[in-house]
């Protein structure tokens, strides 16, 4: 069982970016990762992945040791590369941030 866990930005991206259907769609994925269903693409690390839902991706991150699975970002296939990189070069950050929601246990 994981927990998981929207970004800072994450759902403002999923307003501008998503259909109603790719948001529904998105939530069942949510419901699997939580059961401890993970798939998506891996991406340079196992544990930093995407998983395309209609012509968008969305970019999550995978934290096994403390079950945890923080969803990051969802872009175009325009700005993927963008995104990606921007992701990891904030790495550090998201584990931080991770390890943190982990300590204080915020739903």
Known sequence: MFRVYKGPKFQKEVEKLLTK???EEMEKFIT???KGDIHGKPLTYDYFREKKIG??????????????VLLI???TKKYQQE???EIKWFLPQFKEYA?????????
């Open 99 to 107: 390890y943190k929601l982990k300590k204080t246990n915020i739903q």
């Open 83 to 85: 995104t990606i990189d």
């Open 73 to 75: 970002s969802v872009s």
């Open 21 to 23: 259907s790719e948001q």
């Open 32 to 34: 699997d990762l939580k």
């Open 55 to 68: 012509g968008k991706r969305l970019y999550f991150l995978i934290y096994q040791e403390i079950e945890i």
